[in-house]
């Protein structure tokens, strides 16, 4: 029954990718946004909501530390193993908004979730407020600005579709993501709990990678249809709704106390090198171009991370 959900939680993955991105797409040509904007507020928004899901539950049911593991693994699993598979897959051309606005809101988000947990071991309802309302000026600045800042490469075969069949595919897709992931983590999460093992390692690793497929549905999907600027955006922008938007949230409804110290001397320190190593990638080898030097030592420092953690 396990592997039936982790299958039917995979197709279900890849079907509301596929709907979601459709959805993006008629979005941005409707309301004339350039698509590394909706990648990073609609399409994160969506592939965020498996972890808003999980983290609010776990708190909730008194298992603080998934839900901050499936935080920290999932930011970890985005840039190492989801953005390392599509670029093994396809390379990307990166915009200047990446390292004016994207990547600095990534690091400021990460910087301060390492000082809030750091301080006392514990993400109270004020530092959740704090987290949350730098989310909402971040959106404030990213849809009245950066409007205008991006230069948009808009694919021939874009299709503005009617606002019934783009809502439609925004929901279906949305549903798809979600019930995806409720399967996947089902499934994989009981297994992993028939082995025995910790719940920071459950959170780390299994739920983590099991939130982080719709992002690697969704991102694979862009590069195929050639829709990289959503791809990039849909990382960088989930990475920070993840620590703004869930963590945020889950505090203010329920404070999350980290018993498990690996989280704080380990895990944490994984997702800050591993954020702040894109921007060097971005100009080395070559100038603004993410491609698949990048992808292999992402995925390399991925499985070095997974190695480590559960040996």
Same mark, same amino acid.
């Given at each position: 029954m396990n592997f039936l959900f982790i299958i039917s939680g995979f197709i279900l993955l890849i079907l509301g990718g596929n709907w979601l991105l459709k959805s993006a797409v008629a979005i941005s040509l409707r309301l004339q946004v350039p698509k590394i904007v909706i990648g990073m507020t609609v399409v994160s928004f969506a592939t965020s909501a498996p972890e808003l899901i999980v983290s609010v539950q776990s708190a909730l049911d008194g298992f603080s530390d998934l839900a901050l593991s499936n935080v920290i693994g999932s930011n970890i699993a985005n840039l190492g193993f989801v953005l390392g598979i599509t670029l093994i897959i396809a390379k990307i051309d990166v915009q200047k908004s990446f390292y004016i606005?994207? +990547?600095?809101? =990534?690091? &400021?988000?990460?910087? =301060? @979730?390492?000082?809030?947990?750091?301080? !006392?071991?514990?993400?109270?309802?004020?530092?959740?407020?704090?987290?949350?309302?730098?989310?909402? &000026?971040? %959106?404030i600045y990213l849809l009245r600005f950066q409007k205008q800042a991006v230069v948009d490469e808009m694919p021939e075969d874009d299709e503005l579709l009617p606002n019934y069949q783009t809502a439609l595919f925004f929901v279906l897709?949305?549903?798809?993501? +979600?019930?995806?992931?409720?399967?996947?983590? !089902?499934?994989?999460?009981?297994?992993?709990?028939?082995?025995?093992?910790?719940?920071? *390692? &459950?959170?780390?690793?299994?739920?983590s990678i099991g939130t982080s497929i719709p992002e690697l549905a969704a991102s694979i999907i862009a590069v195929i249809k050639k829709e990289k600027a959503i791809s990039l955006g849909n990382l960088i922008g989930s !990475?920070?709704?993840?620590?703004l938007a869930v963590v945020g949230l889950t505090s203010m409804i329920t404070p999350i106390s980290i018993?498990?110290?690996? %989280? *704080?001397?380990?895990?944490?320190? +994984? =997702? @800050?090198?591993?954020? %702040? @190593? &894109?921007?060097? %990638?971005v100009f080395l080898p070559k100038k603004m171009r993410l491609e698949l030097k990048s992808g292999v030592i992402l995925l390399l420092l991925y499985i070095l991370f997974l190695y480590q953690t559960i040996t």
């Open positions: 606005t994207d +990547w600095p809101i =990534m690091i &400021i988000a990460s910087g =301060m @979730l390492f000082f809030f947990v750091t301080n !006392n071991s514990t993400i109270g309802r004020y530092e959740g407020l704090i987290l949350f309302s730098f989310l909402v &000026i971040f %959106l897709g949305g549903l798809g993501l +979600w019930g995806g992931s409720e399967l996947l983590i !089902n499934g994989a999460t009981n297994l992993a709990l028939e082995l025995g093992v910790s719940e920071r *390692l &459950i959170g780390i690793t299994v739920v !990475n920070i709704f993840n620590i018993k498990d110290n690996e %989280l *704080l001397s380990v895990d944490i320190y +994984w =997702m @800050l090198g591993i954020s %702040l @190593l &894109i921007l060097p %990638l």
